[in-house]
Nanobody
Framework: QVQLVESGGGLVQAGASLRVSCAASGGTFSSYCMGWLRQAPGKEREFVAGIASNGRSTYYADSVKGRFTISRDNAKNTVHLQMNSLKPEDTAVYYC????????????????????WGQGTQVTVSS
């Protein structure tokens, strides 16, 4: 049974940094894109960052480019999102997800390509 467990969320002030992590189990995740998506109150879920199976290709939403960095450790089945220069508009529940394929922009960025999801971790940025 596939399980994705996020951790590291919390409440921070604008301009601060935060790192959220995801531990995956119950499958071979090194063969698939992994990513982070988020959902803010009253808004639809949106793509934040994705990383190909070998870690060589990364993808970011324009709103976080230059501030967020996604990384993965296939030996530990983990994926991380380092978030710097946080803004109040980054406030959301952040979800870790595993895609249906190993690489490619569409598979690593489009929400409907992600097949397994974690329960989410809350990130709140105060102004």
């Amino acid at each position: 049974q596939v399980q994705l467990v996020e951790s590291g969320g919390g409440l921070v002030q604008a301009g601060a940094s935060l790192r959220v992590s995801c531990a995956a189990s119950g499958g071979t995740f090194s063969s698939y894109c992994m990513g982070w998506l988020r959902q803010a109150p009253g808004k639809e879920r949106e793509f934040v960052a994705g990383i190909a199976s070998n870690g060589r290709s990364t993808y970011y939403a324009d709103s976080v480019k230059g501030r967020f960095t996604i990384s993965r450790d296939n030996a530990k089945n983990t994926v991380h999102l380092q978030m710097n220069s946080l803004k109040p508009e980054d406030t959301a529940v952040y979800y870790c997800a595993v895609s249906s394929s190993y690489s490619g922009r569409s598979y690593c960025t489009e929400e409907n390509e992600y097949t397994y999801w974690g329960q989410g971790t809350q990130v709140t940025v105060s102004s």
